[in-house]
């Protein structure tokens, strides 16, 4: 019904900075206008818990960030294309990891607040994810 692809990940020297991308592919028996869904972007690091960076809303497409990326991460959608992408600035070697996005269907404020922007279980579908590394 809805299929997430990440892309745009890779090795990126501490300071440098990365666009990945979210697309989305919709079906036919789904709700085809992609500014109903609020996307969310989550990351992994190896042998820690998935942990929610930055979301945007549902509508008029509310942001909202984790404290630990307010200010180096941006995030945005063309729903033209379908696809919402996550601007990451000023990379840190604690930026390492999978990035993941998630879909979700359900009504949203305008400005989401920070618990649900990176809840897990605030979503209901997901990519597979693309991996950031960020080294010397």
């Known amino acids: 019904q809805l299929q997430l692809v990440e892309s745009g990940g890779g090795w990126v020297q501490p300071g440098g900075s990365l666009r990945l991308s979210c697309i989305a592919s919709?079906?036919?028996?789904?709700?085809?206008?992609?500014?109903?869904?609020?996307i969310g972007w989550f990351r992994q690091a190896a042998g820690k818990e998935r942990e929610g960076v930055s979301c945007?809303?549902?509508?008029?497409?509310?942001?909202n960030y984790t404290d630990s990326v307010r200010g180096r991460f941006t995030i945005s959608r063309d729903i033209a294309k379908k696809t919402v992408y996550l601007q990451m600035n000023s990379l840190k070697p604690e930026d390492t990891g999978v990035y993941y996005c998630?879909?979700?269907?359900?009504?949203?404020?305008?400005?989401?607040?920070?618990?649900?922007?990176?809840?897990?279980?605030?979503?209901?579908?997901w990519g597979q994810g693309t991996q950031v590394t960020v080294s010397s």
């Open positions: 945007i809303s549902s509508g008029d497409g509310g942001t």
């Open positions: 919709i079906s036919a028996a789904s709700v085809d206008t992609f500014d109903y869904y609020a």
């Open positions: 998630a879909a979700d269907l359900t009504p949203w404020p305008a400005t989401p607040d920070l618990e649900r922007c990176t809840l897990r279980t605030s979503y209901a579908s």
